[in-house]
T-cell receptor, first 113, second 112 residues
């Protein structure tokens, strides 16, 4: 089954403790991206990647890191999480960037205390 | 940067009534346009995509959207609402830099 898999689904952590949210897709998509969803704000793009070793900032990249060492994986790293990063995070992929529709994972709900 | 405006954070209709969800975008150059639906505790699913082949785009589950360049709008409609249409709907645009921008979402409530 074609899918985007994110782990974990739920994560509670404390301020400053490094964490990684994994994302993997099995559709051989070129494009992968991360979003955060906050009430009343919709989804905002954090980072995106057009190809292996190519990453670019979205609208809200501060406090986040990403890497694209393999085509199928695109982990999101919070090196020093803060409470304002408490949010619902989505990974998504598409065949070829902005012209193609995004396929979303089921989300990761992160709480930073 | 693009911006996407969805008028009405909550819309309530009766079952069988017309659904109209509004979306306006900011760019003077028509970007790529999408509508997504989100059911509780799930990721977003594609409803439809504007491809520039036709201004009226048909999607899944009876939804359609009309692209109006002069109004920079891409409103979503469905002639007859079903209870199963209750969800949150997001309009999105992408630009030539492959960045995606989403509206703030509209929660659709369908009354029996």
């Amino acid at each position: 089954e074609a899918q985007v898999t994110q782990n974990p689904r739920y994560l509670i952590t404390v301020t400053g403790k490094k964490l990684t949210v994994t994302c993997s897709q099995n559709m051989n998509h070129e494009y992968m991206s991360w979003y955060r969803q906050d009430p009343g704000l919709g989804l905002r793009q954090i980072y995106y990647s057009m190809n292996v070793e190519v990453t670019d900032k979205g609208d809200v990249p501060e406090g986040y890191k990403v890497s694209r060492k393999e085509k199928r994986n695109f982990p999101l790293i919070l090196e020093s999480p803060s409470p304002n990063q408490t949010s619902l995070y989505f990974c998504a992929s598409s065949l070829s960037g902005g012209a193609s529709p995004l396929h979303f994972g089921n989300g990761t709900r992160l709480t930073v205390t | 940067a693009q911006s996407v405006t969805q008028l009405g954070s909550h819309v309530s209709v009766s079952e069988g009534a017309l659904v109209l969800l509004r979306c306006n975008y900011s760019s003077s150059v028509p970007p790529y346009l999408f509508w997504y639906v989100q059911y509780p505790n799930q990721g977003l699913q594609l409803l439809l995509k504007y491809t520039s082949a036709a201004t009226l785009v048909k999607g899944i589950n009876g939804f359609e959207a009309e692209f109006k360049k002069s109004e920079t709008s891409f409103h979503l409609t469905k002639p007859s609402a079903h209870m199963s249409d209750a969800a949150e709907y997001f309009c999105a645009v992408s630009d030539r830099l492959n960045k995606f921008y989403f509206g703030s979402g509209t929660k659709l409530n369908v009354k029996p």
